[in-house]
């Protein structure tokens, strides 16, 4: 009985879960962030190569 209130009390001041709960909202903002700057300069940068390729 003491070892599971011994671990239990561990898991309550163990905060290597948070974070890497932390790491991964980052990891997926940035990816969410890269994701929807590519989609938007996709037209853009479309467009411009067209304009290049059609003056050479």
Not at 40 to 56: E, K, Y
Request: charged fraction near 10%; hydrophobic fraction near 50%; glycine fraction near 8%.
């Amino acid at each position: 009985m003491q070892q599971i209130r011994r671990t239990l009390s561990n898991l309550r001041t163990d905060v290597r879960g948070v974070t890497a709960l932390e790491y991964a909202m980052i990891a997926s903002l940035i990816a969410v962030a890269c994701v929807t700057i590519v989609t938007s300069l996709g037209g853009s940068i479309s467009g411009v190569f067209s304009t290049v390729s059609s003056a050479l």
